[in-house]
C-alpha cells in the first residue's frame, strides 16, 4: 500500500469511524430518554451476555482471513484467494450457527439466573438470529483488509447503523413500549435487522472485489485450516475467556453495588452512567485512532514478512507516538470540559463527572489500540491475547475483594490499575519484538502540559460567550486543538533541530555551533 493510498483510507476510515462514534452516542442519548439510566443499564448487561456469544462466533476471524490473504497476494498466489475466503466462510458459520442455538436455547436460563431479569430472554433470542450475519461480515471484512478495500466494509457499517437507528425509533414510535424488558427488545430487534441489512450490502461489494483483484481461473488453497488453528483459534479461545471475564465483570458491578448499600434500581443506574453512557463517550475521539489502527495490520505485516526490520521499527515509532499525543490531548479535553461533554449529550453532568475523572487514562486506552493492531501484525496475538487475558482476570478478582467496601470509587481504582498494568505488558512486548524506544519527553510529558494549556486558553476564549450544548463543547475542542497543533509544531521543530545536531559530525557540529549568532570560539 502507497503511503497516499494509506493517508487516503486512513481519512476516509475515519470519517466513518466519526458518523459511527457520533451516530451511536446520539442514539444511547435518545435510548437513554427512553429507559433512563437504570434502563441503559439492563441495555448493557443484555449486550455483556451478546458480546460473549460475538467473540465465540468471530473472535480472531478477521486476522486470520487478512493474514491468509495477505501472504496468498504478496506471494503472487491469488488464483488461491477465493478458496481461503470460502473456507473461512464455513468455519466460522458452523461456528456461529451453534453458539446462536445455544443461545436460543439457554436464553431464559441467561436471562433469569445471570442477568436477574427473565423479560430480558426475548432480547437474547433475538440477537442470536444476528450472530450468522455478524461471522460473515467479520470475514469479508478480514478480505477488505487485506485487499486494501477497507471502505467496503464501513459502507456496509453505515447502512447498519442507519437502519438500525431507523427502526429503532420506528419500533419505539409505533409499540411505544412501557416496560424496560420491551424497550430492550424493540433495541435489540432494530440491531438484529441491521446486521442482517449490513451482509447483504458486504456481500454484494465482496463478489465485485472478487472480479477486480482474483483471476477467473482459481486453485485450492493449502493449510487454510492450520492457518485458522495457528491465528483464529487461539484468538478465539482467548478472547473468549477474556470476554467470559468482561461479562463477569460487567454482571458484577451492579451486585457489588447492592452489597454496597446501594438500592438494585440505583446500582443499575450507576453501572448505566458509567458503562452505557461515559465510557463509550470516552472513547469517542478514538474513531481517529481505529481507522488507522486496522489498516496497520496488513501494512506491518507486509514489513514483517520480508524482514524489513527498519520499516517495522519505522511504523512502530510513529503509530506510538501519535496515539500517545492524541490520547494526551483528547485526556485533556476531557479533564478541561467534561461536566459540558455529559450536559450536552446525555443531560447529564453525573455522567461528565466520570468523564473528568477517568480522563487520565484517556492515553493509555487509545495507545492500547494501536499497541494492539501493531502486535498482531507482527504475528504476536498470542501474547497481546495473554496480557488481555490477565488483565481481565484481576479486574474480576479485585471487584470482588474491594467494590463491596467502596463502591464505585473502588472500581474506578481499579480501572485505572488495570489501563496501566496492560498498556505496561503491550507495550513493553512490542518495543522488543519491534526493536524500537519511544521518545516519553516528546511524545508524552511536553503534549500533556501543551494539551492542558490549550484546554485553558480555549476555555478563556470561550468565556466571554453565552453558548451551551453541543456548539459548546464543539467549539471548545476545535479551540483546544488548534492551540495545541500549534504547540506540538513548535516541539517538533524543535526536537527536528536536535536530531539534526546529533547527526552531525562533530566538527561540523562545533562550526554550527561558533557560527550562531552571540556564539564565538
Known amino acids: 500500500m502507497t503511503k497516499q493510498k494509506f493517508l487516503l483510507q486512513g481519512i476516509l476510515l475515519t470519517g ?9 452516542i446520539g442514539y444511547r442519548a435518545y435510548l437513554s430518554t427512553k429507559i433512563g439510566a437504570e434502563g441503559m443499564g439492563l441495555y448493557q448487561l443484555i449486550f455483556s451476555i451478546f458480546l460473549l456469544a460475538v467473540t465465540l462466533s468471530t473472535s480472531g476471524i478477521s486476522l486470520a482471513v487478512t493474514r491468509m490473504v495477505t501472504a496468498a497476494i504478496a506471494t503472487n498466489r491469488r488464483e488461491t484467494v477465493r478458496s481461503v475466503v470460502t473456507k473461512c466462510f464455513l468455519f466460522c458459520l458452523t461456528v456461529s450457527c451453534t453458539i446462536a442455538a445455544l443461545l436460543l436455547v439457554f436464553s431464559d436460563f441467561a436471562a433469569a439466573v445471570i442477568l436477574g431479569h427473565a423479560g430480558a430472554a426475548g432480547s437474547l433470542r433475538v440477537l442470536a438470529l444476528g450472530l450468522p450475519f455478524m461471522a460473515l461480515c467479520t470475514c469479508m471484512k478480514g478480505y477488505f483488509l487485506a485487499v486494501d478495500e477497507s471502505t467496503s466494509t464501513a459502507l456496509s457499517d453505515a447502512v447498519e447503523q442507519i437502519l438500525t437507528i431507523f427502526a429503532a425509533v420506528a419500533l419505539f414510535w409505533y409499540f411505544a413500549p412501557q416496560s424496560m424488558e420491551a424497550a430492550c427488545l424493540a433495541a435489540m430487534l432494530a440491531s438484529t435487522f441491521g446486521e442482517a441489512v449490513s451482509f447483504l450490502t458486504g456481500w454484494i461489494a465482496y463478489r465485485r472485489s472478487l472480479r477486480r483483484n482474483t483471476p477467473r481461473e482459481t486453485a485450492p488453497a493449502q493449510g487454510v485450516l492450520h492457518g485458522m488453528f495457528h491465528i ?14 468482561s461479562t463477569g465483570e460487567n454482571l458484577l458491578i451492579p451486585r457489588e453495588l447492592k452489597r454496597f448499600g446501594l438500592t438494585e434500581a440505583q446500582s443499575m443506574a450507576s453501572y448505566g452512567l458509567l458503562q452505557g453512557m461515559a465510557m463509550p463517550m470516552l472513547f469517542f475521539p478514538s474513531s481517529f485512532l481505529s481507522s488507522f489502527a486496522s489498516l496497520l495490520i496488513p501494512k506491518i505485516a507486509r514489513e514483517f514478512e520480508q524482514n524489513h526490520r527498519r520499516a517495522v521499527a519505522h511504523i512502530t515509532e510513529r503509530a506510538v507516538g501519535a496515539a500517545l499525543q492524541f490520547g494526551v490531548f483528547c485526556g485533556a479535553v476531557f479533564f478541561a470540559f467534561g461536566e459540558d461533554w455529559g450536559t450536552a449529550f446525555y443531560s447529564s453532568a453525573e455522567s461528565g463527572g466520570y468523564l473528568r475523572i477517568l480522563a487520565p487514562l484517556v492515553p493509555l ?16 496475538q ?9 488483565d481481565s482476570l484481576l479486574r474480576v478478582l479485585l471487584i470482588l475483594a ?3 467496601f467502596s463502591g464505585m470509587n473502588a472500581y474506578i481504582a481499579i480501572l485505572f490499575f488495570s489501563s496501566i498494568f496492560n498498556a505496561m505488558m503491550s507495550v513493553r512486548r512490542l518495543l522488543k519484538v519491534a526493536r524500537v524506544r519511544i521518545r516519553v519527553m516528546k511524545n508524552a510529558v511536553l503534549p500533556a502540559a501543551f494539551a492542558l494549556l490549550a484546554a485553558g486558553m480555549a476555555r478563556a476564549t470561550l468565556a466571554p460567550f453565552t453558548l451551551s450544548g453541543i456548539p459548546l463543547v464543539l467549539l471548545q475542542a476545535f479551540l483546544a486543538a488548534i492551540f495545541f497543533l500549534a504547540m506540538r509544531t513548535l516541539l517538533e521543530f524543535a526536537f527536528q533541530k536536535i536530531d539534526e545536531k546529533k547527526r552531525l559530525p562533530p566538527k561540523e557540529a562545533a562550526a554550527q555551533r561558533f557560527s550562531e549568532p552571540g556564539i564565538s570560539p
Open 16 to 24: 466513518f469511524s466519526i458518523f459511527f462514534r457520533v451516530t451511536n
Open 365 to 380: 486506552l487509545y495507545l492500547d489500540i494501536v499497541v494492539d493492531s501493531l502486535l498482531k501484525g507482527l504475528d504476536e
Open 382 to 390: 498470542l501474547n497481546s491475547m495473554k496480557y488481555n487475558f490477565t
Open 402 to 404: 474491594f467494590m463491596r
Open 232 to 245: 483464529a483459534v487461539p484468538c478465539t479461545l482467548s478472547s473468549a475467556a477474556r470476554s467470559l471475564l
